[in-house]
T-cell receptor, first 112, second 113 residues
Framework: DVKVTQSSRYLVKRTGEKVFLECVQDMDHENMFWYRQDPGLGLRLIYFSYDVKMKEKGDIPEGYSVSREKKERFSLILESASTNQTSMYLC???????????FGQGTRLTVV | GQQLNQSPQSMFIQEGEDVSMNCTSSSIFNTWLWYKQDPGEGPVLLIA?????ELTSNGRLTAQFGITRKDSFLNISASIPSDVGIYFCAGYYSGGSNYKLTFGKGTLLTVNP
């Protein structure tokens, strides 16, 4: 089975802090994704990566950056956390374009 | 962006009943995916569909890729309490990014034991 593991289930951070969300997949997938999920807004794509060191902006990249130094690991960085970044963050991976994506268990981030 | 219209928004059924939900779009899709999400968890992939007309089962779940490529449905037979959750359709539409999934807004399923 594909396993996508996010480093934290719950995080509470202060406004202005730099926040790192880590994601690891164990299936040698090429593509990795970061989404946030908010009530009424659904899942929105923040960034994705189709190869090591390659990244593309999704639909809502403002306030975020990403890092993919190794194929199995994709990090989401909140440069200066703000309360409007309180959300459920979901990492996903897929083997090829246009194929099924597998999600991690999610990180519930609260910024106070 | 593209819209996926998922219906119904919610369902409240008795254990043992069959369930049907669907997604429609004005765009042609290359891939249809169905996910289930439990509260506080990430979505779990149920079924992936890649060809128009394809009908695929996964236990009590059956999903079909519509012939027009603009719709898909998911059926759950003989529902049980653990079927409770939010079901999402998702897909990649023709002419869009091969990396960006479009999601429906979800169907909240409640099963009364």
């Amino acid at each position: 089975d594909v396993k996508v593991t996010q480093s934290s289930r719950y995080l509470v951070k202060r406004t202005g802090e730099k926040v790192f969300l880590e994601c690891v997949q164990d299936m040698d997938h090429e593509n990795m994704f970061w989404y946030r999920q908010d009530p009424g807004l659904g899942l929105r794509l923040i960034y994705f990566s189709y190869d090591v060191k390659m990244k593309e902006k999704g639909d809502i990249p403002e306030g975020y950056s990403v890092s993919r130094e190794k194929k199995e690991r994709f990090s989401l960085i909140l440069e200066s956390a703000s309360t409007n970044q309180t959300s459920m963050y979901l990492c996903a991976s897929s083997l090829e374009p246009n194929t099924e994506a597998f999600f991690g268990q999610g990180t519930r981030l609260t910024v106070v | 962006g593209q819209q996926l219209n998922q219906s119904p928004q919610s369902m409240f059924i008795q254990e043992g009943e069959d369930v049907s939900m669907n997604c429609t779009s004005s765009s042609i899709f290359n891939t249809w995916l169905w996910y289930k999400q439990d509260p506080g968890e990430g979505p779990v992939l149920l079924i992936a569909l890649y060809k128009a007309g394809e009908l695929t089962s996964n236990g009590r779940l059956t999903a079909q890729f519509g012939i027009t490529r603009k719709d898909s449905f998911l059926n759950i037979s003989a529902s049980i309490p653990s079927d409770v959750g939010i079901y999402f359709c998702a897909g990649y539409y023709s002419g869009g990014s091969n990396y960006k999934l479009t999601f429906g807004k979800g169907t909240l399923l409640t099963v009364n034991p």
